[in-house]
């Protein structure tokens, strides 16, 4: 079965340190990847995606992730942490096969940054 | 730029009443349109999704259900609310073709069933 998973249910980190959220997939065929951040009691914004090409992607606010296929993982990274980073994220994986529905979402991390 | 509306915010509803929430994308045309019910803050279940205008697919089989009746526009129902039915809603947008399927997701809706 296709799955997402995300294994850690909180990190915490100090302001200015860096950040890693993990997101591991098991998904047939070249999926496209996405990261989602969630404030309280508001919608999710899209932050990034990998599609193809540079294993590295750029997003908003300062995230990037890395792609690495052998592993099947897209870890969410910020070189230095903000309070203001704290928040809810989430992976998600569109399956090639899916058209353009049917994301499978990881249960999502929640991030503390601590001043 | 393309916006997405979700009303109401919040609702407070006893059980046993009906429900519309509704949804309306503006800045784009003929987009695929989703609902997700998020519960205690965390995962997010898709409910349905829909393709076109009166084309819906429902992903779980429930107490809800929807409607399109307009390109731009994405109604959740019920006739009868259940306890289980509150949580926090949210509404969905992607472009049907030629994008790469990121979602873009409206405010939310907090319901809670009494």
């Known amino acids: 079965a296709q799955s997402v998973a995300q294994p850690e249910d ?30 309280p009691n508001r919608g ?17 606010y300062g995230f990037e992730a890395e792609f690495n296929k052998s592993q099947t993982s897209f870890h969410l990274k910020k070189p ?6 704290s928040a809810l994220y989430f992976c998600a994986v569109r399956p090639p096969t899916s058209g353009t529905y049917k994301y499978i ?11 | 730029s ?31 349109l989703y609902w997700y019910r998020q519960a205690a803050g965390r995962g997010l279940q898709l409910l349905f999704y829909s393709v ?3 084309q819906i697919s429902s992903e779980v089989p429930q107490n809800l259900s929807a409607s399109r009746p307009q390109d731009r ?17 949210l509404c969905a947008w ?18 809670t069933v009494t």
Not at chain 2, 79 to 84: A, F, G, H, I, V
Not at chain 2, 94 to 108: D, L, M, N, T
């Open chain 2, 2 to 32: 393309q916006t997405i509306h979700q009303w109401p915010a919040t609702l407070v509803q006893p059980v046993g009443s009906p429900l519309s929430l509704e949804c309306t994308v503006e800045g784009t045309s003929n987009p695929n």
């Open chain 2, 94 to 111: 992607s472009v049907r073709r030629g994008g790469s399927g990121e979602q873009y997701f409206g405010p939310g809706t907090r319901l």
């Open chain 1, 44 to 60: 999710l914004q899209f932050l990034l995606k990998y599609i193809t090409g540079d294993n590295l992607v750029k997003g908003s």
């Open chain 1, 80 to 85: 230095s942490a903000l309070v203001s980073d």
């Open chain 1, 105 to 115: 979402f990881g249960t999502g991390t929640r991030l503390k940054v601590l001043a």
């Open chain 2, 73 to 89: 526009q994405f109604i959740l129902s019920s006739k009868k609310l259940l306890l289980s039915d509150s949580g926090f809603y």
């Open chain 1, 10 to 39: 909180q990190v915490n980190v100090a302001e200015g340190n860096p950040l890693t959220v993990k997101c591991t997939y098991s998904v047939s065929g070249n999926p496209y990847l996405f990261w989602y951040v969630q404030y």
């Open chain 2, 52 to 54: 076109g205008i009166g």
